[in-house]
């Protein structure tokens, strides 16, 4: 049976290295501020918007939760992002995905200040990423890197297969354990909807990555024994025995891996824990950067 890899464990111990860092720039007068825009009535956005404004508190870090309808013009987004680049109070801008569709994600994104951000989703942080410079890095692939060093799951020469190749998820994660840094330097392989033969990458994996955003898509007999197995997958499934009507499961059949594998991480109680550590880590040194006058 695999060891489960526990996200909230691990953010908890991130959790409290965070909160004492933020109290000690608060001591310096600096209080770390994140604004959170959410258009629209997206069901999954508004809860997770809630977890992030909930872990701001928890952070010690403030927050303003910006909402409004569907019906908000991209005009208006643009302004208000653009009081916001130049608010010295706020570090850190989020506008959570995805937007209506009257609205282009791509063009509200840029006119986020590079340096506030926190995301990690400006062409400018995306193309420091990929050049290996300081950036704020996607806040789900730092969190996958983190908890397998966390874990002491060796990344160095290993064969990292990752399935999807999203750009928030898959595609940087990709570039990141790929890097001749420490806790990457991994062998890659990056499965897509082109991937021809998926099972035949997958059981080749020693650490696979799961972000295909499919609830099956890894089944036992697609994994080789002793693997590592990362689920970056939320999806909701109808269940009536449910208090809510729904359960939440991965993209990967855990009964089944679970027997196969040497680790593996759970939905929920997962990767979703430590996206929003990493994103109250990239805001804690967004507001240090810019208190200290350097982005
Ligand atoms: N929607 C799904 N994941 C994310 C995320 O990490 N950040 C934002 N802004 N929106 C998302």
């Known amino acids: 049976m695999a060891k489960i890899i526990d996200g909230n464990r691990i953010a908890q111990q991130i959790h409290q290295e965070i909160e004492e860092q933020v109290r000690a720039l608060r001591t310096q007068g600096v209080q770390p501020c994140l604004a959170v825009i959410l258009v629209g009535e997206d069901p999954a956005s508004l809860v997770y918007v809630g977890r992030k404004q909930k872990a701001c508190e928890q952070f010690g870090i403030a927050s303003r939760t910006l909402r409004y309808g569907a019906d908000f013009s991209e005009h208006e987004l643009l302004q208000l992002i653009g009081e916001l680049n130049s608010d010295s109070s706020v570090h850190g801008i989020l506008v959570q995905l995805p937007l209506p569709h009257s609205l282009s994600s791509s063009r509200v994104i840029q006119a986020i200040a590079p340096e506030k951000d926190v995301d990690g989703f400006h062409p400018v942080n995306r193309g420091k990423l990929a050049a290996g410079e300081e950036c704020y890095a996607p806040c789900t692939p730092a969190g996958i890197q983190e908890m397998l060093i966390r ?138 950067k810019q208190s200290a006058g350097v982005s």
């Open 151 to 288: 874990e002491k799951i060796d990344i160095a020469g290993k064969h990292v297969v990752i399935v999807g190749r999203s750009g928030i998820v898959g595609m940087p994660l990709a570039v990141m354990l790929a890097q001749k840094k420490p806790g990457a330097n991994a062998t890659v392989t990056l499965c897509h909807t082109g991937t021809r033969d998926l099972s035949y990458h997958t059981r080749q994996a020693e650490i696979l990555i799961v972000a295909s955003g499919r609830a099956g898509t890894i089944t036992g007999e697609m994994v080789q024994e002793g693997c590592v197995v990362i689920d970056v997958g939320v999806n909701r499934i109808v269940d009536s025995t449910h208090p809510k009507g729904y359960r939440l499961v991965g993209d990967v059949d855990f009964a089944a891996v679970e027997k196969k594998a040497a680790a593996i991480s759970p939905v929920p109680g997962g990767v979703g824990p430590m996206t929003i550590a990493m994103l109250m880590k990239n805001t804690l040194q967004a507001a240090r």
